[in-house]
């Protein structure tokens, strides 16, 4: 209930007063008003729900990347819904696991945040013990959106289509490479998937970052990766790279003429990058509300949408819940990827 020691305007004289009345009749006066506020679409202050200071979302990866990106426009928009400071804090290492445990530990009080990725759901899978739990330590606030990755070779290789690449994966098994950001990362699992889905046998080569990877994907080094959009744009562009098809269950809206790897001859395959809000557990459901509908006035901003284009990343911003379904679901379909193709963290 809002507390009226300083907001609320003084009870008239003009009828009995709340005081003189009976406990059931106060009740009924609280309820009835708090209602009539709902009715009328009356909003909390942030001060109601938030604490007194600057909130914080952690990034479990270094400054410059996609997440990275996101979580600021994210922070930015939030930050004017809110009416305070919403800053980004940097705390790489250990594959997510260093800034990941941080904010499970943190004050449970919505002053802190993690942006979690396709990290969160996989972490669980490739280590047998981690210094959190992925499901209980953390309180679902928002699924920002989800973004396809795609699947580049060079333009001098023979493949134009997926299938081709298949074919030619087929006749020549275990020498084709592709190349990922290290081992249990998006563009590993994505390659592990396809691998099991065309029944092909693929090279799987880890480099420390996606710059390493491409740069070998340019020069010849490596055949092919499932990487993210950003981060070959320009190559596609250029026509350095050539895209054959976008891992998502759908086209994606950034590059609508490609087809899925689905659709271009790789029945049920579907991978693709997301990012979500977290809150430490014990953080209180009017604070977790509060915060849903901040991110959700952000991802529905045009400023935000027009930003995040490139990217091809698809808003959501749905209920808290939509986090938890999405994310159990990841879990279960990487947990089966991981233990078929035997995959271990580094």
Same mark, same amino acid.
């Given at each position: 209930?809002?507390?009226?020691?300083?907001?609320?305007?003084?009870?008239?004289?003009?009828?009995?007063?709340?005081?003189?009345?009976?406990? /059931?009749?106060?009740?009924? !006066?609280?309820?009835?008003?708090? $209602?009539?506020?709902?009715?009328?679409?009356?909003?909390? +202050?942030?001060?109601?729900?938030?604490?007194?200071?600057? !909130?914080?979302?952690?990034?479990?990866?270094?400054?410059?990347?996609?997440?990275? *990106?996101?979580?600021?426009?994210?922070?930015? =928009?939030?930050?004017?819904?809110?009416?305070?400071?919403?800053?980004?804090?940097?705390?790489?290492?250990?594959?997510?696991?260093?800034?990941?445990?941080?904010?499970?530990?943190?004050?449970?009080?919505?002053?802190?945040?993690?942006?979690?990725?396709?990290?969160?759901?996989?972490?669980?899978?490739? %280590?047998?013990? *981690?210094?959190?739990?992925?499901?209980?330590?953390?309180?679902?606030?928002?699924?920002?959106?989800?973004?396809?990755?795609?699947?580049?070779?060079?333009?001098?290789?023979?493949?134009?289509?997926?299938?081709?690449?298949?074919?030619?994966?087929?006749?020549?098994?275990?020498? !084709?490479?592709?190349?990922?950001?290290?081992?249990?990362?998006?563009? %590993?699992?994505?390659?592990?998937?396809?691998?099991?889905?065309?029944?092909?046998?693929?090279? %799987?080569?880890?480099?420390?970052?996606?710059?390493?990877?491409?740069?070998?994907?340019?020069?010849?080094?490596?055949?092919?990766?499932?990487?993210?959009?950003?981060? $070959?744009? /320009?190559?596609?562009?250029?026509?350095?790279?050539?895209?054959?098809?976008?891992?998502?269950?759908?086209?994606? +809206?950034?590059? +609508?003429?490609?087809?899925?790897?689905?659709? =271009?001859?790789?029945?049920?395959?579907?991978?693709?990058?997301?990012?979500?809000?977290?809150?430490?557990?014990?953080?209180?459901?009017?604070?977790?509300?509060?915060?849903?509908?901040?991110?959700?006035?952000?991802?529905?901003?045009?400023?935000?949408?027009?930003?995040?284009?490139?990217?091809? !990343?698809?808003? =959501?911003?749905?209920?808290?819940? /939509? *986090?938890?379904?999405?994310?159990?679901?990841? /879990?279960?379909?990487?947990?089966?990827?991981?233990?078929?193709?035997?995959?271990?963290?580094?």
């Amino acid at each position: 209930m809002m507390d009226c020691r300083n907001d609320c305007p003084a009870i008239s004289t003009a009828g009995p007063s709340l005081a003189r009345t009976s406990p /059931q009749r106060r009740r009924w !006066l609280r309820v009835t008003t708090g $209602v009539a506020a709902i009715a009328a679409g009356a909003t909390w +202050p942030a001060r109601a729900v938030l604490p007194e200071k600057t !909130l914080r979302i952690i990034v479990p990866f270094a400054p410059g990347g996609g997440t990275d *990106l996101i979580a600021r426009l994210v922070a930015e =928009a939030m930050a004017k819904d809110l009416g305070r400071s919403v800053i980004v804090e940097n705390k790489p290492g250990a594959g997510t696991i260093i800034g990941t445990d941080y904010v499970a530990k943190n004050t449970a009080d919505g002053s802190t945040l993690l942006m979690a990725t396709f990290a969160h759901a996989v972490n669980p899978a490739l %280590h047998a013990k *981690l210094p959190f739990d992925s499901d209980k330590d953390f309180a679902p606030v928002a699924l920002v959106g989800t973004s396809p990755n795609v699947l580049v070779v060079r333009p001098d290789r023979p493949w134009g289509t997926v299938l081709e690449l298949v074919d030619s994966a087929k006749a020549k098994p275990g020498t !084709l490479a592709y190349g990922s950001f290290g081992n249990g990362t998006s563009a %590993h699992l994505a390659g592990a998937l396809f691998a099991n889905l065309a029944k092909v046998d693929l090279l %799987h080569v880890p480099y420390k970052g996606s710059a390493p990877a491409i740069t070998d994907l340019l020069g010849g080094q490596i055949d092919m990766m499932f990487t993210t959009v950003a981060s $070959v744009a /320009q190559h596609l562009t250029s026509g350095k790279l050539r895209a054959l098809a976008v891992t998502s269950a759908r086209r994606s +809206p950034s590059w +609508p003429d490609l087809p899925t790897i689905a659709e =271009a001859g790789v029945p049920g395959y579907m991978a693709e990058s997301w990012y979500g809000l977290y809150a430490p557990a014990a953080t209180p459901q009017d604070t977790i509300a509060r915060l849903n509908a901040a991110v959700s006035q952000a991802v529905k901003s045009d400023g935000f949408r027009t930003r995040v284009q490139g990217e091809g !990343l698809v808003p =959501a911003a749905g209920a808290p819940a /939509q *986090l938890t379904d999405y994310v159990r679901a990841e /879990q279960e379909r990487w947990r089966k990827v991981v233990a078929d193709a035997r995959i271990k963290a580094e």
